[in-house]
């Protein structure tokens, strides 16, 4: 599967975690040698001719397992990439795709681009943050299911609004539809 920003998104990158890491919480480190996830990492570096061309699936499978890139996480990428932390901040920093904090179960992007906007995206969005109980954009509701965020277009113009809950792409969202929308979530 090919990710946001042409990254080879690994199959367990979809993002429906058991829910974030806390900030404070100890990294425990995701590759560990015989791991599930170090044997996906490998089968990743098998395909490619150089480490650091794993570098994006690489995030993708620390963001599955963690629910966001800490420092920490990036400071295992780097070591097992044989990159510098600072490159690999550079990249983590430069998509919006990773999560550099805990975000909820379910994150939230709605295009709020002008073709959306004059559509009554701003409305969605509004609507989405009272339902969630995120008090505001980009923050993450008290019970952990929710962050809302708005985004630049999602390529469905044609279908306002769109939006998406993780990996899942959802158009012509109404303020009727949201309620049932939410519910679907965990
Ligand atoms: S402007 Fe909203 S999807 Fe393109």
Redesign the pocket.
Known sequence: MTGPGGSDMPASADLTTSGPQAHDAPYEPVFVPGSERRAELDVLLARYPTKMAALLPALWIIQHERGWVSDAGMAEVAEVLELTPAYVKGVVTFYTMYHQHPVGRNFIQV???????ICG?EDIVRALLEQTGCAELGATSPDGRFTVVES??????G????LMINERFVESVTLEKIPALLAECD
């Open positions: 295009c709020t681009t002008t073709p959306c906007n995206a630049e277009c999602l390529g469905a113009c279908f306002a609004t769109p």
